[in-house]
């Protein structure tokens, strides 16, 4: 069987949805976390219940992704980029499980119930747990930064492949 | 259209220069890190809150007699016992101050309701803020750290802080924390089970008077307190102001008239005291934005700045706490 040229229709709706409402969620919690004004605290809000919503969104994407033929990258590129690619791919998937993670533990950990959109919410500790806040808060700060370096590369390589390589990969995501 | 002419010319520098001293009134916008940073100060205790640092944990528990469950569908309003986690504090970045300097004193408390429903309440001294939103709160801390003279000045161009000091010239300071009142100062508002909402702000009423010290040196209140709490408990009541139509429940700096109608919900019972390093309420990060379903929060401009300050002040504490405590076991 010949693998497609294309991303499956499925999988670039994710992409796209999923790369704007993470690029949305880095940018609320950077600036939420410096600011004193009323809307600080709907953001905030809005940053855990949609935080959520992604990482629910990841998981289906995942399971999608695992039931696809994925186009293959240029025969031309190296072994060891293609390493890279499928390697940056992953790390990816593992920041976007990572960041709602963290941020829900150290939620839990810090004793405040996450409301959802206000049509439920999520359980907390009953007693807080100061140190495992401190270590999921800090993990949350310090992977918010990897996310948007990776991010960064991943679209450094992208403009890469159609502006100076000249190849089908930027086209196999539109 | 109009012809460009001279006599345009002054109107526009009016309209310049009068823009231009708007922007003075309007302090520049500082961000929670700075914020925290000036709470802060020059000395650094580490692992410590940066503001209100010295204080002890109190437990007990909120008798409610129900009179509130009308307003709010929060659980502990119905008639019923629910226990807390409390803390009193001074004010202050220096957590082994001197008790009776300190200029304001503070309760808090945090009612652990169920696995989905907290509460945190952080209540201070004063019944009003002198100021009205952050970016000028902040520098009424940089004037009261420069000193009397520059406290004065501050004052003087801020006329929204006469109610505020009209209460500090009358204000004496109790002999016991458990002789205070403890007010929200906030407004926030109550939801009942048919979705209504009525703007609220609360005080703890004590219900002692303590007017001579027994006590004195660096924590003559804190010793006066554990005493005091040994020997029986510490009762204060929950009163609840409503809002008319007519008042503003975002702006702190205004209290509501006295004719407002008041709602007591009930006792809170303060039955044990221990130190804060040795007990539970130093974890806790008394965020008043922390609500249980049944109270939601005002626009309040200082009230909505505070989440995002004590979340900086407390994570800073924490990573600090949390860097010594790895280092303590790494010795091991
Ligand atoms: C897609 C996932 C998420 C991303 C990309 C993300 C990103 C961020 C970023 C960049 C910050 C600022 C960090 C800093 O400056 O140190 C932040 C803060 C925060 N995030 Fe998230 N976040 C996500 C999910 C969540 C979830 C699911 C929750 C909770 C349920 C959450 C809760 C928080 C909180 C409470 C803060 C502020 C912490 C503080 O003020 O100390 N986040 N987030
Ligand atoms: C906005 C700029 C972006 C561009 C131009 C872009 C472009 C691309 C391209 C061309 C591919 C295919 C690469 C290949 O075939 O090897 C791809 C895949 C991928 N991208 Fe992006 N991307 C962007 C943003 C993001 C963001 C923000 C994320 C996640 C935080 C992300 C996550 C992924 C993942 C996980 C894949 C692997 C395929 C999959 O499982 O969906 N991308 N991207
Ligand atoms: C813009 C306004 C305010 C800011 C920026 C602010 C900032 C802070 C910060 C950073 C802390 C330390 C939090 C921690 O590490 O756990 C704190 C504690 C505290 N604040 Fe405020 N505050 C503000 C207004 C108020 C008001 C209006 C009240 C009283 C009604 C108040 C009462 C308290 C109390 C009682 C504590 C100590 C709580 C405890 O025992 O842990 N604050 N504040």
Known sequence: ?174 | MMQPNTLMLPALLTLLLSAGSAAAKTPPKVSAQQFVDLQQGNSLFAGFRRAHAKGLCVSGEFRSNGELAPYSSASLFKAGVTPFVGRLSIAGNNPTAPDLKAPVRSLALSFSLSRTEQWRLAMNTPPVMAVADPHTFYQQIQAIQAGPEAIQQFFAAHPESSEFRTWAAQYKPSGSFAGETYHSINAFYLINSDGQQQAVRWALMPTVTADTMAFDGDNALQQEISARIAEGPVVFNWVFTLADASDDENNATKAWPASRRQVNAGQIVLTGTAAQLESNCHGINFDPLVLPSGIKATADPILRARSAAYAESYRRRAKEQFQGALEESSHD
């Open chain 1, 1 to 174: 069987m010949t693998k497609p040229t294309r991303f499956p229709l499925s999988m670039r709706l994710f992409h796209w949805g999923m790369a704007a409402l993470m690029l949305a969620m880095l940018t609320a919690g950077l600036l939420m976390v410096k600011s004193l004004e009323p809307w600080q605290l709907n953001v905030l809000n809005l940053h855990k219940a949609f935080g959520l919503l992604a990482l629910l969104l990841v998981s289906l994407r995942l399971v999608n992704r695992l039931r696809q033929q994925l186009p293959a990258l240029p025969d031309s590129l190296p072994a060891i980029q293609k390493a890279i690619a499928r390697a940056s791919h992953y790390l990816l998937y593992g920041l976007m499980f990572a960041m709602p993670l963290s941020g829900y533990a150290m939620q839990y950990f810090a004793g405040r119930p996450v409301e959802v959109f206000g049509w439920f919410r999520l359980p907390a500790a009953l007693e807080v747990n100061i140190g495992l806040y401190s270590l999921f808060r800090e993990m949350h700060g310090i992977l918010a930064l990897a996310l948007v370096a990776l991010i960064m590369l991943h679209i450094a390589g992208a403009l890469h492949h159609h502006v100076i390589r000249k190849d089908k990969v930027l086209k196999s995501m539109l």
